[in-house]
Each structure stands twice: as C-alpha cells, then as structure tokens.
C-alpha cells in the first residue's frame, strides 16, 4: 500500500522526468506545476532522486528548470521548499562550471536553513577538487540504500 507521501514523491519525480525530457524550455511551465514540484521537494527522498535526475545531457535543461522554480516558487519569501530548490540550483550550475552561482544558491539555501544537510554537504564540498564525484556518489549511494531497505523509510 502506497502512502501518500510516496504518491506525492512520485508524482513529483514524474513532473520533473516530464520537463526534463520537454523540448519546452521550463519557463512555458504554469507555476502550478512548478509550485507542486517545489512542494513536493520538501520530502528529502523526492529531493534526493531529483539530484540524481542530473545528468550531463540535460544539465542545460536541468539548470533552466531549477533556475525558474526558484524565481517562481522562493522569491517571496522562506516557505519549507526553498532550501531543497536553491542546493539543486547550486549543483546544477557547480557540474556546469558557473562556481558563482553554485555558491551563491547554497548560500541562499542555508541562509533560509543554516541545518540544511544537503546544502552544507555542497558547501564544504565545493572547496574540494573531486566535488562532483564525491557527492554524486553519496546521493546515488544513499539512493541504493533506501532502495534495499525500504521499511527504513519514514
């Protein structure tokens, strides 16, 4: 039996894998949708997976979409999903090389959060040469594990 948390996980995962794969760029995206997408990112297994959505041949799709939420969905203000959009921002520009923005985003993030997990992760990780690898490796890792183990899930 699905819980509605899960259901709201994956319908989230679905909107993101939708954009992603749209020829549409995500600003023609109604702000409902990107709305649901910021407020289902506040559950950090959603948050999670959308990090590893991240791959190099939709990095420039990826950085346009976690761009535009964040203008539509955080510029007005703390809400519980403004952490999880700006530490996606910050990695999307950080494996696209733009190291200003990426530090920027995470510092908008824990600005918001100074506890937020992710975001300090990137913070302290961006000061390393093997960033990308390192903490690309963590998510998937941590991923895998919640896989197995899914009763550990809450």
Known sequence: MTTTIERTREKTLRQIRRILASHRDPSA??????????TGL???????????????TELAKARALWDHVARRCTSTGYTPYTPPVHTLRAWTHWIAGDHRTARKAVHEALAFDPDYRLALLLSR???RPDAQKTVTDV???????????????G
Do not use: T
């Open 29 to 38: 995206f109604n702000d409902d949708e990107l709305h649901r997408i910021a």
């Open 42 to 56: 506040a559950d950090a297994e959603a948050r999670d997976r959308a990090f590893a959505l991240i791959y190099p």
């Open 125 to 127: 990780a961006f000061d």
């Open 139 to 153: 998510v998937r890792r941590v991923l895998e594990v919640r896989d197995q183990h899914p009763e550990g899930r």
